[in-house]
């Protein structure tokens, strides 16, 4: 249960990591915001 | 499955397209960008019949085909790409029956394009109050067109405009004016040169370069410039522009001198009263103010009851997951991390709904023009133009669509600088800041018998701050920036109409729901990272935690909750964001805060709004009562001083920051995309940073 | 000298006689203000400037610099 309960948080914190890197480190070409999510925030 | 067909919607501003989108698409439609650029792109889906459905393009409103914003030019790049996905099968051109004049200039200048043509009559349940009579049939021979009366807002016609457009095959493709009566000799020529291509499609593509500049086109058009026939100057160019207008007009002009019929005896309207009273030298302000001051209330004091009732909700569901769920970090992770950062987003959601709410009421109603009217004047003395007005106020919700709103605004060196003081404006983000150190430092009280409390006054102040700060830049790039300025203005003065319930609610929904779905997704994941380095760390300070305070405090008798307190704060001190906290200590030591607000505020330069979940997250991780957040932040104590650490003096600093503090990667990066140049965020980042820091650091040392 | 919108007062109209191109936008055009058609003067904001007009119909706000190269002949 334990051990479960670590992986379950590392595939999250990896998630969100790949996340804010994709969204502010690598930010796709022209992605034209959108799909409503016009960046605003 | 049936068979699709597309379906442009087309028209003047202010003609009711909206409500005429909302009423074919009902929820069913979808807000997003035309590819590479930042133009809103509304589609949706309307059932024509049982087998035939219309995929509905909802283009930007545009007063003539001759593009002068890159609005306009989506308009035309739609119009002329044969080979596009969104090309329409059938154009639906929407006139409102009070300014069918103008209305029709659009619609000759589309018909000339040869793409079969609908003319939509809006509003058309005010021709009995205006007394106005249409000779329908007539405007249908004269126009080479099928003609629809509608109201959009009454629900009326709709089903007979769904009927034409099923038959959009049998309609009449023939222009109705002859533009190139206008210099026939070179359009002979240009027919020559281009025996397949629509003249008219030609015309516009060599115009645009007039007035735009780059448009992409498609590759046969290109060629054109290099072909071997006379090339006009650009002065030429506008000269059979304006040319091309007169003519339009004329033949406008001599088919509703037949056709349409206003009997003039009738039309003593609301218009006319309610601007002399709206736009009164005098009360026009004072009206103006007084909505201001309404709206701020409201977003102060309606939102207040949603908002303790989420907040204590949240508080209450994260310690229900630490006491139920088997130990270990997942669950720590949710009771942590995940539930306090959802909370940080989910309790402004009532906010920014009111504000959406007046924003697109004052839009929807035809006030907002009466503003841009009133302030012009002014405007134009700080280098702004009083379509600056609109930007400045939907800088309110948002910076990035207050950005783009400045593309109506004629002149260049005005819109450069609406866009570069805009950031300035109280935007939505900054609003749960606000809140939560107003509801910390400010007290409670009211003054004029309980009707203005001191938290709403110190928030409309701050508004009052972004305005006056951006309009004080304005003055001062305006003097600053070597741009020639030219003072172009014109704006339609629409007519009042009740707002439409629906268009409103549509408004609010979509802007809403992107402001949790976007800021959402980022607040969650910067909660998630905090969290995970907040809860780890090295060394043994952090790892035998446990063991040093209890040895430290042995000689006193502490309580075990006192001693837990203790091993909490000792671990996030030695965590990895204790270390990072540290580092960055010395840099806002001398405005008033510590290290976890330190943390809080880098965390925020990729948006505000992440400083009060960065907090939620950074003081519930270890400890074990779930508190709401205010009172957490409440009983922080200064570990220099003593004392509360949120108090007056580190409180207003922290808001002066806030105001100031360019903290928003996305309005960067719009910024870059509307004015072409890195140049312009790089100073609008550097200056507006360091004003932050110089006014934050000054209420500091002057209020402690 | 002969009169341009900006001479008029509140209620006042006359009739669009000529303009210099260089010095109107083709949007004002576009907005149907050309020589032949009537302009009423609705309201001003204080310093007359901008000035809300009716020209042809529609209903429009223009600055007092582009009011005064519009020439206009006065009725009544």
Known sequence: MYI????????????????????????AKDQGCGDGDCGCH | MGKSINVALIGNPNTGKTSLFNRLTGLNQKVGNYPGITVEKKEGICKLSPRLKAHILDLPGTYSLNTSSLDESVVVETLLNRNSKDFPDVAVVISDV??????????????????????????????????????????????????????????????QLKKAIIEYKSLNTKPCVNASSIDPE??????????????????????????????????DLENLKQASFEVKSENDLKKLQHQETVVRYQFINGLLKKALNVDQSQAKDLRSRLDRILLHKVWGYLIFFAILLLIFQAIYDWSSYPMDWIDSAFAKASSWAQTTLPAGPFTDLLAEGIIPGLGGIVIFIPQIAILFLFIAILEESGYMSRVVFLMDHIMKKFGLSGKSVVPLVSGTACAIPAVMATRNIEDWKERLVTILVVPFTTCSARLPVYLIIIGLVIPEGSVLGGFLSYQALTLMGLYLLGFGTAIFSAWVLN????????????????????PMGKNVLITVVEKTKSFVLGAGKIIMAISIVLWLLASHGIGEKFTNADELVRAEYAGQS?????????????????????????????????????????????????AREVFVGTLATIYSVGSDEEETIKNRMRAEVNPILGGPLFNFASGISLLLFYAFAMQCMSTLAIVKRETNSWKWPAIQFTAMTVIAYFAALAAYQLLS | MSDTIAHLKRGERGTITSFDEELVPLKLLEMGCLPGNQVVMMESAPFQDPIYLNI?????????ETAQVIQIERHG
Request: proline letters at 4%; hydrophobic letters at 45%; a positive charge.
């Open chain 2, 186 to 219: 070179y359009f002979d020529n240009l027919k020559k040169a281009y025996p397949k291509q629509s003249i008219y499609k030609l015309w516009l593509v060599i115009t645009q370069d007039v007035n735009f500049g780059k448009i992409d086109r498609n590759r």
């Open chain 2, 98 to 159: 009070e300014n069918l004049k103008r209305n029709l200039l659009l619609f000759t200048q589309i018909k000339d394009l040869e793409i079969p043509s609908i003319l939509v009559i809006n509003m058309a349940d005010r021709m009995q109050r205006k007394a106005i009579t249409l000779d329908i049939d007539l405007l249908e021979e004269e126009l080479n067109t099928r003609v629809v009366l509608v109201s959009a807002r009454k629900n009326q016609g709709i089903d």
């Open chain 2, 479 to 498: 003097r600053v920036l070597p741009i020639k300025r030219k003072a172009f203005f014109v704006m339609e003065m629409p007519a009042y109409k009740v």
């Open chain 3, 56 to 64: 042809n119909g529609t209903h429009l706000a223009i600055r007092r």
């Open chain 2, 558 to 606: 502490l309580s075990e909750d006192e001693l837990n307190d203790k091993i909490a704060s000792q671990k996030l001190e030695y965590s990895f964001i204790g270390y990072i906290g540290k580092g960055i200590e010395p840099a806002v030591r001398p405005l008033g805060y510590d290290w976890k607000i330190g943390i809080a505020i880098v965390s925020s330069f990729a």
């Open chain 1, 4 to 27: 479960l309960q670590y992986i379950i948080v590392g595939l999250i914190a990896l998630g969100a990591i790949v996340y804010l890197l994709k969204k502010y480190a690598f930010p």
